[in-house]
């Protein structure tokens, strides 16, 4: 499957969901869509390889039921090491003085 192909394969499992909940045809332009479609599919890629970094007994069921929680994890992480950095450089400014 190519890479459009996967983008309007996730569009299309939108649609369907959106037209089994509210009975009528979603309004949005599948072209603008495709590249945020293609956001989410990097994401779950990131994801995956995050999860297997960090995970010594890896299997797809245990991916899927916690890929939320992964996905808080990582930007925690993401976010402490950003803050770390800051209060490294603000602590050499300081001593610097």
């Given at each position: 499957m190519?890479?459009?192909?996967?983008?309007?394969a996730?569009?299309?499992?939108?649609?369907?969901?959106?037209?089994?909940?509210?009975?009528?045809?979603?309004?949005?332009?599948?072209?603008?869509?495709?590249?945020?479609?293609?956001?989410?599919?990097?994401?779950c890629?990131?994801?995956?390889?995050?999860?297997?970094e960090?995970?010594?007994?890896p299997?797809?069921?245990?991916?899927?039921?916690?890929?939320?929680?992964?996905?808080?994890?990582?930007q925690?992480?993401e976010?402490?090491?950003?803050?770390?950095?800051?209060?490294?450089?603000m602590?050499?400014?300081?001593?610097?003085?």
């Amino acid at each position: 499957m190519t890479e459009k192909q996967k983008r309007f394969a996730l569009l299309s499992r939108f649609d369907k969901h959106y037209k089994f909940k509210l009975e009528q045809e979603p309004r949005y332009n599948k072209w603008v869509e495709q590249w945020s479609a293609n956001a989410l599919i990097e994401l779950c890629y990131d994801l995956l390889e995050y999860y297997f970094e960090v995970t010594e007994n890896p299997s797809w069921n245990h991916f899927a039921y916690i890929a939320h929680d992964i996905l808080e994890r990582k930007q925690e992480q993401e976010k402490d090491l950003i803050d770390r950095s800051q209060r490294r450089r603000m602590a050499k400014e300081w001593l610097s003085e």
